[in-house]
Nanobody, 124 residues
Framework: QVQLVESGGGLVQAGGSLRLSCAAS????????MGWFRQAPGKERDFVAA????????KYADSVKGRFTISRDNAKNTVYLQMNSLKPEDTAVYYC?????????????????WGQGTQVTVSS
């Protein structure tokens, strides 16, 4: 069982930056691929970024490539999402997810554990 707790959301102006953190419980964090997803009001939960267990490989949605960076610190059981050049269309609840294998995927149904989410609001 893995518990995930996100933090770092908030209100920011367009063009600004935020860094989200996701702290995980458990002693085998490096065995889990980690992902970030987001859900805007009235929309589906969409893939944002993912990182393999060892941190050497990442994937991004086209909409965030070049602006967002996913990283992890396995010693701290934490995954991060650095978000730069934020746009109003980035406004959503951001969720951290863990998959019980070190291989990444962009499919939300492949993830086994989810956090409660953190709100990110970007004003124009």
């Amino acid at each position: 069982q893995v518990q995930l707790v996100e933090s770092g959301g908030g209100l920011v102006q367009a063009g600004g930056s935020l860094r989200l953190s996701c702290a995980a419980s458990g002693r085998t964090f490096s065995r889990y691929a980690m992902g970030w997803f987001r859900q805007a009001p009235g929309k589906e939960r969409d893939f944002v970024a993912a990182i393999v267990g060892g941190g050497s490989s990442t994937k991004y949605a086209d909409s965030v490539k070049g602006r967002f960076t996913i990283s992890r610190d396995n010693a701290k059981n934490t995954v991060y999402l650095q978000m730069n050049s934020l746009k109003p269309e980035d406004t959503a609840v951001y969720y951290c997810a863990a998959r019980g294998t070190s291989v990444t995927t962009t499919t939300k149904s492949d993830y086994d554990y989810w956090g409660q989410g953190t709100q990110v609001t970007v004003s124009s």
